[in-house]
T-cell receptor, first 112, second 110 residues
């Protein structure tokens, strides 16, 4: 039972490049989330998907897009990376919205 | 605006030295409060959910309590393996999502 799996683990981009962060969960959870974690700040919600077929903006959605591909998979896309997007990105899932979160181990992204 | 403040930012304990971490919050209509543990290079791991003032939850050396304005995570006789960052998150009323605190980094020295 892998839980929440994120790929890649590390990524370095140049300003203006694009990339997609992948996330998959095997717990049959309905809700999935993308967070970013920066030093001195709490985890901040970027986007979430309450259930398959729906997505909604979180606290810091600018510069990102998401796709809920199916019940298991939720991807995060950076269309034109900026240095301000240097962060650690966590995917999480939960049985339903606002129930306890299960996190992946993160993607460490550096934008130069 | 919903606010969550955790204190202290960092705490260093000798093995066996009990202490408490604090999570104070200002939210409109608390629906729940969560505690997570985060090890370096890993994602947070869920520990407890508390729903109402007076509620307590325990797991091994950890006990979480909740009042109307704050929550405490008590650590009894900690061991080095309890070293981690402990995160608090609150779920306000209405359609809001959880708000996370910045965490307390705990180091337990043998």
């Amino acid at each position: 039972n892998a839980g929440v799996t994120q790929t890649p683990k590390f990524q370095v981009l140049k300003t203006g490049q694009s990339m997609t962060l992948q996330c998959a969960q095997d717990m049959n959870h309905n809700s999935m989330y993308w967070y970013r974690q920066d030093p001195g700040m709490g985890l901040r919600l970027i986007y979430y998907s309450a259930s398959e077929g729906t997505t909604d903006k979180g606290e810091v959605p600018n510069g990102y897009n998401v796709s809920r591909l199916n019940k298991r998979e939720f991807s995060l896309r950076l269309e034109s990376a900026a240095p301000s997007q240097t962060s650690v990105y966590f995917c999480a899932s939960s049985e339903v919205v606002n129930s306890p979160l299960h996190f992946g181990n993160g993607t460490r992204l550096t934008v130069t | 605006e919903d606010q969550v403040t955790q204190s202290p930012e960092a705490l260093r304990l000798q093995e066996g030295e009990s202490s408490s971490l604090n999570c104070s919050y200002t939210v409109s209509g608390l629906r729940g409060l969560f505690w997570y543990r985060q090890d370096p290079g890993k994602g947070p791991e869920f520990l407890f959910t508390l729903y109402s003032a007076g509620e307590e939850k325990e797991k091994e050396r950890l006990k979480a309590t909740l009042t109307k304005k704050e929550s405490f995570l008590h650590i009894t006789a900690p061991k080095p393996e309890d070293s981690a960052t402990y995160l608090c998150a609150v779920l306000p009323g209405g359609y809001q999502k959880v708000t996370f605190g910045t965490g307390t980094k705990l180091q337990v020295i043998p």
